[in-house]
């Protein structure tokens, strides 16, 4: 756990394209357009600009001063982008370790406060002692079945807060998995592929 205050080869203009392609940006708050790289591995998918900023657009006014959950981290940018717009806090988790360093080092280099990274296994993070998150994000790999788990475990180890809210992305095809009876779709778009969908909990 840290503690702080989501190519190949080939030609140089492709290994240039590839380069670009690996890079993300803030879209608002105070580390607006600041930009991050994230590692290659092709399990890192991170959440687009675009998708993002609607996120947010949709969270408003609930996420300054809120904690946060970035459960499958992957380039941090979910997690960074709710500190860059005020949360109190955020941890992240991540099971990658080239992940982690690069989520850590950006931790670092624009002097994060509220922030907490652990490399762990999500579901088994899930299974530690559990504190209420105001928020929490689940962008986990598409071809598993982490994420009908681990809404599962959110709700019943006590992660949520009584009036959390739940950002996933899903394949668009495969649609949400059962979810717990206190948790509600309140918005839902599709981005090619990826749908994308904020619930909130009644408590």
Same mark, same amino acid.
């Given at each position: 756990?840290?503690?702080?205050?989501?190519?190949?080869?080939?030609?140089?203009?492709?290994?240039?394209?590839?380069?670009?392609?690996?890079?993300?940006?803030?879209?608002?708050?105070?580390?607006?357009?600041?930009?991050?790289?994230?590692?290659?591995? !092709? *399990?890192?998918?991170?959440?687009?600009?675009?998708?993002?900023?609607?996120?947010?657009?949709?969270?408003?006014?609930?996420?300054?001063?809120?904690?946060?959950?970035?459960?499958?981290?992957?380039?941090?940018?979910?997690?960074? *982008?709710?500190?860059?717009?005020?949360?109190?806090?955020?941890?992240?988790?991540?099971?990658?370790?080239?992940?982690?360093?690069?989520?850590?080092?950006?931790?670092?280099?624009?002097?994060?406060?509220?922030?907490?990274?652990?490399?762990?296994?999500?579901?088994?993070?899930?299974?530690?002692?559990? *504190?209420?998150?105001?928020?929490?994000?689940?962008?986990?790999?598409?071809?598993?079945?982490?994420? !009908?788990?681990?809404?599962?475990?959110? *709700?019943?180890?006590?992660?949520?807060?009584?009036?959390?809210?739940?950002?996933?992305?899903?394949?668009?095809?495969?649609?949400?998995?059962?979810?717990?009876?206190?948790?509600?779709?309140?918005? !839902?778009?599709?981005?090619?592929?990826?749908?994308?969908?904020?619930?909130?909990?009644?408590?």
């Amino acid at each position: 756990m840290t503690n702080f205050g989501k190519s190949g080869g080939g030609s140089p203009p492709a290994a240039g394209r590839a380069a670009r392609s690996r890079v993300l940006r803030i879209i608002g708050g105070s580390w607006r357009g600041r930009r991050l790289r994230f590692p290659p591995q !092709a *399990e890192i998918r991170p959440t687009p600009d675009r998708v993002r900023e609607t996120l947010f657009n949709w969270l408003g006014p609930q996420v300054p001063g809120a904690r946060c959950l970035d459960l499958f981290a992957g380039s941090g940018a979910l997690g960074l *982008e709710a500190l860059s717009r005020g949360a109190a806090h955020v941890t992240f988790v991540e099971t990658d370790a080239i992940a982690v360093r690069e989520i850590r080092a950006r931790l670092a280099e624009w002097r994060a406060t509220g922030a907490q990274v652990e490399h762990s296994d999500a579901l088994r993070f899930l299974g530690t002692a559990a *504190e209420a998150f105001d928020i929490v994000f689940l962008d986990p790999p598409f071809a598993s079945s982490l994420l !009908a788990d681990s809404c599962r475990l959110l *709700e019943e180890r006590h992660w949520l807060g009584a009036r959390a809210l739940i950002y996933v992305e899903t394949d668009a095809r495969a649609g949400l998995p059962p979810l717990p009876q206190t948790w509600t779709v309140t918005k !839902a778009k599709q981005a090619g592929a990826v749908g994308y969908h904020l619930l909130a909990r009644a408590g």
